[in-house]
């Protein structure tokens, strides 16, 4: 925050007013089943996006960041907020501002604000997610807008889904909306129903390993995966009575088969079967056991590698280099095609493990992956 207030002072040639913070998230489990109503298991993290802000009388916002300072300052009006390819990230501050406008009078002022995120772009910690989130939680104590978490959470998959044609789930948005410190939620994404528990791992920490391969979800195969269930999803329907992917039991889907494609029975497949894995990996952490806990990840990875095609050499590597070097279990975390993979490994095996993972990934990759402890932080805020 200090950097922030110092470039605000700099940039804007007056003192920064207020101070924001949202997290990035992890998920634990359950991955690629939100936008098939599943149940997942995230947690956000204490990276995150921070903001210094000041308010303006006219209606223009101004905006510059500390990740992006080649861009300088991005201004807009609230006048004019429909998306503009050379307004890069202020893009969704430009759609969030869009869509409570359009519920809100009360949005009738500007502001001028500074943006640091710490969270490595395009990793796969859910960047966009906590930009989307910050700004919901900050205009919504600027204009005093009547709005809960879960409704920020909406309005961050709205932004994904209508401003950027990205057709994501509502996991990224809900867990940072409303995380708690050293908590995972279990949510259902059909209903919204959630539980909270305690991430309690005194013996274990969770490592982060970033494969530091950008990707852009918007230009992967994102949406093409969506669809494929939608499609499989569509066939099975004919037969039985289900309004997601997630509740096909396997049985179902292996009787069924000869009314899908291969590629359609693989995806449905990993849905399905990720569901169950969430539900078992919930109730290992619940009796205590890390081992099972670790096991279901294992089998989560290989089910993303191998039904849903999204992990690559890179997710792969740091995943079979974790299970080789002592991880109690290890997947890819996020929508792949690179980003990020988590592993749990006993507290005094962390730095052998980093180093070891480290190297194999060099050696195979070519250049360095980049590792963090996770810690589990607070949603969103005013600082």
């Not at 305690?198 to 390993?209: F, S």
């Not at 093409?224 to 997601?244: I, M, P, Y």
């Not at 079979?320 to 490994?345: K, L, N, P, Q």
Request: hydrophobic fraction near 40%.
């Amino acid at each position: 925050m200090e950097k922030i207030i110092n470039c605000f002072k700099t940039v804007f040639k007056k003192e920064c007013e207020m101070e924001y913070f949202s997290p990035g998230r992890i998920n634990l489990i359950g991955e690629h089943i939100d936008y098939n109503g599943g149940l997942v298991l995230p947690s956000p993290i204490t990276l995150g996006t921070y903001a210094g802000l000041s308010l303006r009388e006219d209606k223009i916002v101004r905006a510059y960041s500390l990740n992006f300072d080649d861009l300088g300052i991005i201004e807009f009006s609230l006048d004019n907020l429909e998306f503009k390819e050379e307004d890069n990230w202020v893009n969704y501050v430009k759609a969030i501002l869009k869509y409570l406008k359009e519920q809100f009078t009360s949005i009738n002022f500007g502001f001028d604000v500074v943006v640091y995120g710490n969270l490595p772009n395009g990793a796969g910690l859910s960047s966009s997610a906590s930009l989307e989130v910050l700004f919901a939680t900050i205009c919504r104590d600027l204009y005093n807008l009547p709005i809960t978490n879960v409704d920020m959470a909406l309005l961050g998959q709205k932004v994904e889904n209508e401003y950027f044609g990205l057709h994501s789930g509502i996991m990224d948005q809900f867990s940072i909306a409303l995380g708690k410190k050293d908590m995972a939620i279990l949510l259902n994404c059909d209903s919204l129903e959630y539980e909270y528990f305690p991430l309690d791992l005194p013996n274990h920490k969770i490592i982060i390993m970033n494969t530091n391969k950008r990707r852009e979800l918007t230009e992967s195969k994102y949406n093409e995966r969506r669809s494929e269930c939608e499609s499989a999803l569509e066939k099975l329907q004919v037969v039985l009575d289900a309004k997601n992917l997630c509740e096909v039991t396997i049985e179902d889907l292996e009787k069924y088969k000869n009314l899908l494609t291969d590629i359609e029975f693989k995806r449905a497949k990993h849905v399905i079967s990720e569901n169950i894995r969430v539900k078992d990996a919930t109730k290992a952490f619940k009796d205590n056991d890390i081992e099972q806990f670790g096991k279901l990840l294992n089998a989560s990875h290989v089910s993303l590698k191998d039904d849903y095609a999204v992990t690559g050499p890179e997710l792969d590597t740091l995943a079979e280099s974790a299970w080789e070097y002592g991880a109690v279990g290890a997947r890819m975390t996020g929508a792949g095609f690179s980003g990020c993979a988590i592993a749990i490994v006993e507290n005094d095996k962390v730095d052998e493990f980093i180093k070891n993972v480290g190297d194999k990934y060099k050696d195979k990759i070519g250049y360095n992956a980049s590792f963090y402890i996770a810690s589990i932080g607070n949603g969103p805020g005013k600082l």
